[in-house]
């Protein structure tokens, strides 16, 4: 919930032209609702993609306050997160209600961004491996992951001050892979999204497991975006 329009077309430009040489990665920006079609017609044109921050599980009706995918497509989205962390834990968001949100996305056509991640007590009690089973087994229950993108985000260590350390991203990265069915594990990107910073994405990003970032609070600036898209390329 950051940027106004004029803000959210502002930083659009900026990353645009932060990323103006090529880069061999995939780049997405995901902005509010409210400045998808601005920051759309700022991208015209780029390499960066479009993705939304959220979406419902119907195609449309009575559902007051609620985002369609047709909707997300109209504006020119090919991407959408779903599961973030922040929906899971302040907006009570459950592993089916997001499955539900991942069936219509895909049948929609859009790629989603499927998020998992334990909290700080989670991690402390040795409960990582089971919540972590759980989010993935149910979250993506019965659906072809050919065009899903997977994010690990320790919710303990965004916000908190406290920061993964590349092999404790790792060893959950590699946990996630291996509860894939057999023949998507290698084949699926696993973004890690825990407070990644140009500082520390290159510790991240040299672990095998790792490929890509969920990056939160860098995004808000350019030159920290582009900075972490450059250190993955």
Known sequence: MNCTLAEARALAVGVRQALAEPVPVGVVVCPPFTALAAVAEELKGSPIELGAQNMYFEEKGAFTGEISPAMLLDVGC?????????????????????????????????????????TLPERSDGHTEAVIREQVQDSLREVSLENVVIAYEPVWAIGTGQVARPEQAEEVHRLIRGLLPSGAGEATRILYGGSVTPENIAGL????????????????????????????S
């Not at 609070?217 to 582009?226: H, I, R, T, V």
């Open 78 to 118: 090919r991407y959408v997160i779903l599961g973030h962390s922040e929906r899971r834990r302040q907006m009570g968001e459950t592993s089916e209600q997001v499955n539900r949100k991942l069936r219509l996305a895909l049948a929609a056509g859009l790629r989603p961004i499927v998020c998992v991640g334990e």
């Open 205 to 232: 990003i040299a672990k095998e497991d790792l490929d890509g970032a969920l990056v939160g609070g860098a995004s808000l600036k350019a030159e920290s975006f582009a900075a972490i898209v450059q250190a993955c």
